[in-house]
């Protein structure tokens, strides 16, 4: 988008775990003994400091890069410094306005680099779906309704932006609004159901969209889709296959 401005912040794992609470669709207010927040203008910048002073001189010696978009009207308020080096380029955002800030952010912050430490991938914590804004009772008609996910409160910080969350002991849905709204019709999540046939004749007989499919050998599987559009696989492993 060319009203969008891309930039990028190093962070260490401190950060990075408030980030994730607010969704990673902000960074969290600074500290009384850090009076600016620096996001810079490019993605060598954030790794140089990520790479050679996070992992030196944080407790656990690890080091991130988050890119995010922050729409260009806001940043015009603001000047980019130059601090050393030509492609040492940053914003000098006082911390007073790092909410507005938070709120000029267009999607959500990604984790594009990390270093140092071992970086082990233990579970899937949840997975998370767009829908767009205003849906969320059509939202529970299918999660809940059909599906059969209890839903489950938002954070009240979270709540604000809208979306909604189903969960259950081993399955985790959030649903956060996007604006504007594009379903995913290739990419998707996997489930494993205990009766796929049923739950696409569920979805069938309540008028949401079923695609079957048998080209996977050892499942019985279907594509249904939300709502709003998104792809979601469900799987049932046929017997004596698993």
Do not use: C
């Not at 207010?29 to 060598?44: D, G, K, S």
């Not at 130059?82 to 912050?109: C, T």
């Not at 969960?167 to 995913?184: M, R, S």
């Amino acid at each position: 988008m060319s009203d969008v401005v891309t930039l990028y912040r190093p962070v260490g794992s401190r950060e990075l775990k408030l980030i994730e609470e607010t969704g990673y669709r902000g960074f969290p207010p600074r500290l009384p003994e850090q009076p600016i927040f620096y996001p810079v203008t490019n993605q060598a910048y954030a790794r140089q400091i990520a790479r050679d002073w996070n992992t030196k001189h944080n407790a656990d010696r690890r080091g991130y890069v988050t890119r995010f978009d922050v729409r260009a009207d806001f940043l015009a308020s603001y000047e980019r410094r130059v601090v050393g080096g030509r492609e040492h380029e940053e914003y000098w955002i006082p911390a007073e306005d790092l909410e507005a800030f938070n709120d000029a952010i267009h999607g959500s912050i990604e984790v594009i680099e990390w270093y140092g430490g071992e970086q082990t991938l233990r579970a899937i914590e949840h997975v998370q779906l767009a829908m767009p804004a205003g849906e969320e009772d059509r939202a529970r008609a299918f999660y809940h309704g059909v599906l059969g996910l209890p839903e489950q409160p938002k954070p009240p910080e979270l709540a604000k932006r809208g979306g909604a969350w189903f969960e259950n002991a081993a399955v985790k849905v959030h649903l956060g609004v996007e604006t504007p709204f594009t379903p995913a019709r290739k990419a998707h999540v996997a489930f494993v159901v205990d009766r796929v046939s049923d739950l696409a004749a569920r979805a069938r007989s309540a008028g949401y969209e079923v695609k079957d499919d048998a080209d996977l050998p050892g499942f019985e599987r279907a594509f249904i889709y939300d709502p709003f559009g998104n792809r979601l696989e469900f799987m049932t492993p046929l017997e004596g296959t698993r």
